[in-house]
């Protein structure tokens, strides 16, 4: 005795998910039963045209359902300075804090050899290509302090040396509103490091 | 600037599930967007179809297909011994351990005045007529051990007391392998209350 096929094959799919296992996708798939009709056609129909209606920006990969993103399309942001970042969700990071009025450019990634994940499968070749035809003035890397972060970071670096604009990163440190017994030593030392005059 | 609309729709199906916040609903739109064609075709079509296919058993109220659920119509089982649970998971969770073999009545939840789930809204009813006509010989009640379990396990009890069958419930106790100084007191209390010799 288990569930029933229908059951069992929603269960499949949410263990696709991520961070999602056996008992979640249980509970995802209970839960999805019991929503209303209403609900359960919106939630089959998005879906099925997710993949369909939403598109990336031909300028600079963020998600869209037209040919370019909402961001691009404004003409009141400034368009010399361009914020790269890994995926999309960033970007709506960046939104929701609303101080940020340049423009945007989605890797798709970041650069990590043992996952398979080289220069040429991320946005990189057509962030130089928008950085030199756009006439950018400053670049800023908003990506993870991680290996990979900081390893695109230096490739991206590299191929800009030579454009003679302003390339910046997101600075590292402690949290606001941290407490400080919980951070990492590396971050600890990092702060240090970084320490600026009061 | 936010996510397109197909996403933001999909955002908030996903906020209606138990425990999901804000950021889990945004990693799950944005998983589903990266399935592959087939992957998101099967879901969106179990997903339309679950309200369907799936319907509850006309003896027991379990999950099923078809008319009968599989232990319904499974004669290989003890058809005197009815287990009586909250809901669907719980019969798999019974059905796991694979020591069971009589039958399951699900009630659809626990009584909860408060929360307005009376009796007239569980299937107590069919149970009571169950018990009385299939002949049945020993009810289990294995609800959860809260207050509103507690309340359906004595409402149950008061209403097959003229049976003359044998009614129990599961044990309550420190679960194997627990750690003892995670116990709750009142767990501890009735561990110390129902102890038995060694």
């Given at each position: 005795?288990?569930?029933?096929?229908?059951?069992?094959?929603?269960?499949?799919?949410?263990?696709?998910?991520?961070?999602?296992?056996?008992?979640?996708?249980?509970?995802?798939?209970?839960?999805?039963?019991?929503?209303?009709?209403?609900?359960?056609?919106?939630?089959?129909?998005?879906?099925?045209?997710?993949?369909?209606?939403?598109?990336?920006?031909?300028?600079?990969?963020?998600?869209?359902?037209?040919?370019?993103?909402?961001?691009?399309?404004?003409?009141?942001?400034n368009?010399k300075i361009i914020?790269?970042?890994?995926?999309?969700?960033?970007?709506?990071?960046?939104?929701?804090?609303?101080?940020?009025?340049g423009?945007?450019?989605?890797?798709?990634?970041?650069?990590?050899?043992?996952?398979?994940?080289?220069?040429?499968?991320?946005?990189?070749?057509?962030?130089?290509?928008?950085v030199?035809?756009?006439e950018i003035e400053e670049v800023?890397?908003?990506?993870?302090?991680?290996?990979?972060?900081?390893?695109?970071?230096?490739?991206?670096?590299?191929?800009?040396?030579?454009?003679?604009i302003k390339?910046?990163?997101?600075?590292?440190?402690?949290?606001?509103?941290?407490?400080?017994?919980?951070?990492?030593?590396?971050?600890?030392?990092?702060?240090?490091?970084?320490?600026?005059?009061?």
């Amino acid at each position: 005795m288990n569930y029933p096929k229908t059951i069992r094959d929603l269960i499949e799919v949410y263990k696709k998910f991520p961070g999602v296992g056996e008992k979640s996708a249980e509970r995802l798939a209970l839960a999805t039963l019991s929503f209303d009709e209403e609900t359960n056609i919106k939630f089959s129909d998005t879906v099925r045209n997710i993949k369909t209606k939403i598109k990336r920006c031909t300028i600079c990969n963020n998600l869209t359902e037209e040919e370019l993103c909402d961001v691009c399309k404004d003409n009141s942001r400034n368009k010399k300075i361009i914020c790269v970042v890994e995926d999309p969700k960033n970007v709506i990071l960046f939104e929701k804090i609303g101080v940020y009025n340049g423009l945007y450019h989605v890797l798709g990634g970041l650069i990590s050899p043992l996952d398979g994940i080289n220069p040429e499968n991320l946005k990189i070749k057509s962030l130089i290509e928008r950085v030199k035809k756009d006439e950018i003035e400053e670049v800023i890397l908003a990506l993870k302090p991680s290996i990979e972060g900081e390893t695109t970071v230096l490739y991206i670096n590299k191929l800009l040396e030579k454009q003679k604009i302003k390339i910046t990163k997101i600075a590292h440190g402690i949290p606001l509103g941290a407490d400080m017994e919980y951070i990492d030593s590396l971050t600890l030392e990092l702060a240090l490091e970084k320490r600026t005059e009061v």
